[in-house]
């Protein structure tokens, strides 16, 4: 099916030569007997979206997990943007076609890598190579523009042509880029995923789960300007030197374009072809958490009714908990004479703590005490030794690191690098370390000092003034003998009359 209302029509030979090689085509396909595609009725539709409804939601499937919304969608996913955290899950690592949701991947390498001043220029591959019946830009071979304007070409316009421009500018090559795209998903934890194009158009090895893609919009919406761009109902190109034309792009998202408003929403992207059917991903920012929802495979405007239920049941049944602030089970052991701390001088914090940003997403019904946690050592930052990670009845629902105290570096030499066999992390119930390392305080060293010096001060003041009264009374002691050798020498006298 043709889509000819996003394509800016100019008088041009490209556009003219290219529909009349398609109707040409179309001309001599039914004459000679050509497979035509046939596309299903609207009753067939309607009976596939309601087969679709019937399939299982793998998270109802836990225990004293909130259930969540029957949707129409093939596959569709609801995950936390910061932790990762999954509330809503439907067969998400189920093989698709993403259709234009692809085009969030290339934006995120773009940005990645490029500079939004640097100008793209339209190759004849990047203009020729994608359907006349796809979005566009109508950007002709030769003309440019910069890459901040191509990326809100291909949010906000959806342009297939400037992906490619895009690709090139980045990579070399279309094909280059899209190895490129390939690596970056493999990067970022997709297993599920093999793309093919730039832009989402359709070819059979071209796919990916919802799953994947949720990883790859969590990175994209860490991005403040892809926030930005994804986020705009319309844009205005004005025109160029490279670019003569004065236009406007729409945004098809109804979420984004205020048709279908939603509080907090952060940006999205929509995406469409016959084998894909409905694709959408969206983000939204509600009660300290960041959602990002795919759906794949729907029926309009069913990708986005499901999509606002689906992030009214995250916000609605869950909640944000801090894990330093609730963590009581662990405790960080210390051993030697005194508390540690990394500044010799001023306040001593503990050798570990937990880092203060981790949060769990916890249904409202449960409370932190029900989760269950296990330790990994096998972290590779040098400032942390160990991740915990918290789970409810095995499904994952966040993590926090044990973090070494270094945060003033210490003129002094001493060691502060610890194996993590030194360290006792054990839980409170186990008998306690006595093999720790030993860090000092030397503030609380030289108070002890002090206090040691003042002690033997005292009691060399106490024997002074103990000797000094023993002195005193051996003197008067002499005293009283004087004067008693006095007294009977003046009584022996007074016997005789001189």
Not at 122 to 147: C, K, Q, R, Y
Not at 215 to 234: A, D
Not at 274 to 291: F, I, P, S
Not at 293 to 301: R, T
């Amino acid at each position: 099916m043709l889509f000819l209302s996003n394509i800016r029509i100019r008088k041009s030979a490209r556009y003219t030569a290219v529909c009349a090689l398609l109707a040409l085509s179309v001309f001599f396909g039914s004459l000679f007997g050509c497979p035509m595609t046939v596309y299903a009725t609207l009753e067939e539709l309607e009976a596939e979206a309601e087969a679709r409804r019937a399939l299982p939601i793998q998270s109802n499937d836990i225990d004293n997990w909130p259930v969540g919304p029957v949707v129409s969608a093939e596959s569709a996913i609801l995950m936390d943007a910061n932790t990762g955290v999954i509330l809503y899950a439907k067969n998400i690592h189920k093989k698709l076609y993403p259709a234009s949701t692809t085009k969030i991947l290339t934006c995120l390498i773009a940005m990645e890598r490029g500079n939004l001043d640097d100008m793209i220029e339209f190759s004849h591959e990047a203009v020729f190579t994608v359907p006349v019946g796809g979005s566009n830009m109508g950007m002709d071979e030769g003309e440019s523009i910069t890459l901040e304007e191509a990326l809100y070409g291909i949010l906000v316009g959806s342009a297939n042509e400037v992906a490619n421009a895009v690709g090139e500018y980045i990579s070399g090559s279309i094909d280059d880029f899209v190895d490129d795209m390939n690596e970056r998903a493999v990067e970022l934890g997709c297993t599920d995923s093999h793309f093919m194009n730039t832009n989402g158009l359709h070819d059979p090895d071209h796919y990916t789960s919802a799953y994947d893609l949720a990883l790859i919009s969590c990175s994209f919406f860490q991005n403040e300007m892809l926030c930005k761009i994804g986020n705009t109902p319309r844009y205005h190109f004005e025109p160029t030197a490279t670019q003569p034309d004065d236009f406007y792009k729409p945004n098809k998202h109804r979420i984004i374009n205020g048709e279908i408003p939603y509080e907090g929403v952060l940006g999205g992207k929509t995406g469409y072809t016959d084998e894909a059917r409905q694709t959408l991903v969206t983000c939204a920012e509600r009660n300290g958490m960041k959602l990002v929802c795919v759906v794949f495979k729907e029926e309009s405007p069913s990708q986005f009714t499901d999509t606002i239920e689906l992030f009214d049941y995250g916000f609605n049944n869950f909640q944000v908990m801090n894990i330093s602030e609730n963590e009581d089970k662990y405790q960080m052991e210390v051993s030697g004479f005194l508390q540690t701390g990394n500044d010799i001088f001023g306040n001593s914090k503990p050798i570990l703590s937990i880092d203060s940003d981790s949060y769990v997403i916890i249904p409202n019904t449960i409370s932190f005490e029900d989760m269950d946690s296990s330790i990994d050592y096998s972290v590779s930052n040098d400032n942390c030794i160990a991740k915990i990670e918290y789970s409810y009845y095995d499904t994952y629902v966040g993590s926090a690191y044990l973090m070494l105290a270094t945060d003033n570096t210490s003129t002094y030499d001493f060691d502060t690098h610890i194996e993590t066999t030194n360290v006792s992390v054990e839980k409170t119930e186990t008998e306690p370390s006595h093999e720790n390392t030993i860090f000092i305080n030397v503030k609380k060293v030289l108070i002890g000092i002090l206090i040691f010096a003042v002690t033997v001060i005292l009691l060399f003041v106490l024997r002074a003034l103990i000797m000094n009264n023993n002195n005193a009374r051996r003197r008067k002691n002499r005293v009283k003998r004087k004067q008693k050798r006095r007294e009977r020498i003046r009584s022996s006298f007074d016997d005789f009359d001189f």
